[in-house]
């Protein structure tokens, strides 16, 4: 069985600062991790996606997040944010072995900037 | 635009009532997924299917039933509404292989029982 969790469910912080969204997954299996994003009242869109290579992804709106293994996580991060970063960020797994592309959902952080 | 197209966008019901949410992706996806989304909780499985004909249940199955009898619709049936399944409800759809490609997923349907 495979699960998420995201250890912050609000991160407030100001225009400009860097941001961290925490994320930890549980796993029996090799993983393929992903964050996606949730502006208000729209459905998700993704963020990055780790399958392997790299450990440090990058993904769009100058996000990146860095696969840990021995740590078990997947800490999305962004060096200096935007008003429009304000949103819900979710974190989520899946596995090469199951041959499905289901995923198993963090219960997300609200990322709110203030100016 | 290729996508997904979920209906009602917003429904208030009243408890007892049946209520049929409508996906409908043009992406030739083979697999589909329904997810309920609540404060605290994140994004739940309620049912998918990986290919027209079959479907599965998720983490939350009950109370709700799904059909795929083509390949492009995935309608979720609430056959009895109750309050606590007062919720947005996001449909997705992906290829099936695992990474290949990301989920899409539709805009959401807010649903109220009352």
């Known amino acids: 069985a495979q699960s998420v969790t995201q250890l912050d469910s609000q991160v407030p912080v100001f225009e400009e600062a860097p941001v961290e969204l925490r994320c930890n997954y549980s796993?029996?299996?090799?993983?393929?991790l992903f964050w996606y994003v949730q502006y208000p009242n729209q459905g998700l869109q993704l963020l990055l996606k780790y399958l392997s290579g790299s450990t440090l992804v990058k993904g769009i709106n100058g996000f990146e997040a860095e696969f840990n293994k021995s740590q078990t996580s997947f800490h999305l991060r962004k060096p200096s944010v935007h008003i429009s970063d304000t949103a819900e960020y979710f974190c989520?797994?899946?596995?090469?072995?199951?041959?499905?592309?289901?995923?198993?959902f963090g219960t997300g952080t609200r990322l709110q900037v203030f100016p | 635009i290729a996508g997904i197209t979920q209906a009602p966008t917003s429904q208030i019901l009243a408890a007892g009532r049946r209520m049929t949410l409508r996906c409908t992706q043009d992406m030739r996806h083979n697999a589909m997924y329904w997810y309920r989304q609540d404060l605290g909780l994140g994004l739940r499985l309620i049912h998918y299917s990986n290919t027209a004909g079959t479907t599965g249940k998720g983490e939350v199955p009950d109370g709700y039933s799904v059909s795929r009898a083509n390949t492009d619709d995935f309608p979720l049936t609430l056959a009895s509404a109750v309050p606590s399944q007062t919720s947005v409800y996001f449909c997705?759809?992906?290829?099936?292989?695992?990474?290949?490609?990301?989920?899409?997923f539709g805009a959401g349907s807010r649903l109220t029982v009352l």
């Open positions: 989520a797994v899946t596995s090469p072995s199951y041959n499905t592309d289901k995923l198993i």
């Open positions: 997705a759809s992906g290829t099936g292989a695992a990474g290949a490609n990301v989920l899409t």
């Open positions: 796993s029996s299996v090799s993983v393929y």
